[in-house]
C-alpha cells in the first residue's frame, strides 16, 4: 500500500513539474507580485496579511498611471467559470466601496494563471470584455 501512494505522489509530482505547477500558492503570489514590480507597477500584496479561507480571493493591487488593476492568482488547477468571475467581480466591487481613495480610477479586473484554467464560458466573457477583465499566463521560473 505505501509503494502505491509513494508511486502516486512521484506521478502527480512529475506531472506538476511537467505543466510547472507550483503547490505553494503564497510563492506563486510572491511571485506574480514581483514579475508585475518588474513592469512598473507600483504593487499592495493585499491578501498578505489576510488569511482567506478560499483561494478566490482578491490577491494584489497594481497600480500605474491612472489605473487600478485587482487581481487573482491561481496556480491550483481550479478552472474559472461564470461564478468565479462574477465573484471576483462582486468581490472587487466591495473593495472598492471599502477603499473610496480608488473611486476615480480606471479599475479593471485581472486573473494571473499558472496555465490556461479558464472554463469556456469564461473565456468567452472576458475575450467580448476586455476593457473590463482580462487574463494573464506568468509560470514560475524552475
Not at 479558464?118 to 521560473?141: G, S, T, V
Request: aromatic share 14%; net charge positive; hydrophobic share 35%.
Amino acid at each position: 500500500m505505501k509503494i502505491y501512494i509513494k508511486k502516486n505522489n512521484e506521478l502527480s509530482s512529475t506531472f506538476n513539474q511537467f505543466l510547472n505547477i507550483q503547490e505553494n500558492s503564497a510563492d506563486y503570489r510572491r511571485f506574480v507580485a514581483e514579475e508585475y514590480q518588474q513592469q512598473s507597477y507600483t504593487v499592495w500584496e493585499y491578501s498578505k496579511d489576510r488569511d482567506f479561507s478560499t483561494n478566490n480571493q482578491l490577491n494584489l493591487i497594481l497600480k500605474k498611471k491612472s489605473i487600478i488593476i485587482l487581481v487573482q492568482c491561481k496556480n491550483d488547477n481550479a478552472n474559472i467559470g461564470m461564478d468565479e468571475i462574477n465573484s471576483f467581480k462582486a468581490q472587487s466591487k466591495q473593495f472598492i466601496q471599502e477603499n473610496k481613495i480608488f473611486e476615480n480610477y480606471n479599475i479593471k479586473l485581472r486573473y494571473a494563471m499558472s496555465g490556461l484554467f479558464l472554463k469556456e464560458d469564461a473565456y468567452r466573457y472576458i475575450q467580448n470584455h476586455p476593457d473590463e477583465i482580462d487574463y494573464n499566463i506568468i509560470k514560475m521560473k524552475s
